[in-house]
């Protein structure tokens, strides 16, 4: 049994649907009930448990030899990770794969790579065999501002230079392979797509993609803070990704790893692709 924390998410709903496909039995965890039925008529378990819930996190591994964990980047997430790995160890799970962020260790700068690497600390820390799944920035990213771009023709563009941009379905796929054959302990795997693509490139595809010009229009720091913030984020996470995406400019988000097509022996997913598989979102 391999249970699937942040089973509904970007890369939990596709590597529920991976790991079904390889035939593996696998409980998906939600915090939400309404989201319970959906994910048995997958043909996987599905349990309730909130990441700051001890005992339903228990519950929910208990039995299982393998876990997947992933929480939405938050204030809490270091907290939600540390309780979720606590659960498994005591559960008896053998072997985590958790998903963090490309660049975090012991050695990073950035506040994202140090609070990612407190939460990989504690996974080594804890007996069980452990893979680190590292990925960069998500192509599935470019759906958040879908809306926006099918009303204004606008592409709104933070990060400022190039991006080696990964599919969250790779990332998936990944994790799959990691947690259904031999190999993966004690990995690390960054996680990047085959090519960098910047914001000029991808307001291209979508003009492409939709038929109608799509202008690039560059967000700042400070502006892109304050979208957040709006939004509903934490300032301190919001802190957080405006100093990772400040990398953009310089060009440092750019490098290419190549596990993805090492792992899974085919091409990593690309923007362009992603694009036109979407590109009705981005009309209506
Ligand atoms: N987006 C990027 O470009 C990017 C790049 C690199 C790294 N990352 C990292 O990737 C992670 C986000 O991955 P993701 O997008 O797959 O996650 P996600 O979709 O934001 O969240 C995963 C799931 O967590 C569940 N959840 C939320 N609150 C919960 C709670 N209190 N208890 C239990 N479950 C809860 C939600 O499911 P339910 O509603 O079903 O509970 C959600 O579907 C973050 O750590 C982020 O730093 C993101």
Redesign the pocket.
């Known amino acids: 049994m391999i249970v699937v924390?942040?089973?509904?998410?970007?890369?939990?709903?596709p590597l529920v649907t991976a790991l079904l496909a390889k035939g593996a039995q696998v409980r998906a965890?939600?915090?939400?009930a309404s989201?319970i039925d959906a994910?048995k008529s997958q043909g996987c378990e599905a349990v309730?448990?909130?990441?700051?819930?001890p005992d339903a996190l228990a519950q929910a591994c208990a039995g299982a030899q393998k876990a997947f964990l992933?929480?939405?980047?938050?204030l809490?997430?270091r907290s939600?990770k540390a309780n979720v790995i606590a659960a498994a160890t005591k559960a008896g799970v053998k072997h985590m794969a958790i998903?963090?962020?490309?660049g975090a260790s012991p050695k990073a700068g950035l506040t994202?790579g140090i609070?990612?690497s407190e939460s990989q600390e504690l996974l080594k820390e804890s007996g069980m065999d452990w893979t680190l799944i590292?990925?960069?920035?998500?192509i599935?990213?470019l759906l958040w501002q879908a809306g926006n771009i099918a009303a204004n023709d606008v592409y709104l563009d933070d990060l400022g230079g190039p991006i080696s941009?990964?599919d969250?379905r790779d990332?998936a796929d990944v994790a799959a392979v990691a947690l259904t054959s031999d190999g993966h302990a004690g990995k690390a795997y960054g996680l990047t797509g085959s090519q960098a693509v910047n914001g000029d490139e991808i307001a291209a595809l979508l003009s492409k993609a939709t038929g109608r010009k799509i202008v690039l229009q560059h967000v700042s720091p400070t502006e892109s803070h304050a979208g957040m913030v709006a939004s509903g984020m934490d300032p301190a996470v919001a802190d957080a990704m405006v100093q990772l995406s400040g990398l953009g400019p310089k060009g440092y988000l750019a490098g290419i790893e190549t596990t993805v097509s090492d792992i899974l022996n085919r091409p990593a997913r690309s923007v362009a692709d992603f694009i036109t598989q979407n590109s009705a979102a981005f009309k209506s």
């Open positions: 924390f942040g089973a509904t998410g970007t890369i939990g709903a965890v939600t915090s939400d989201k994910l309730v448990a909130s990441f700051d819930d992933v929480t939405p980047a938050d809490d997430m939600w998903s963090t962020g490309l994202f609070w990612h590292q990925p960069t920035y998500f599935q990213n941009w990964v969250a990332i």
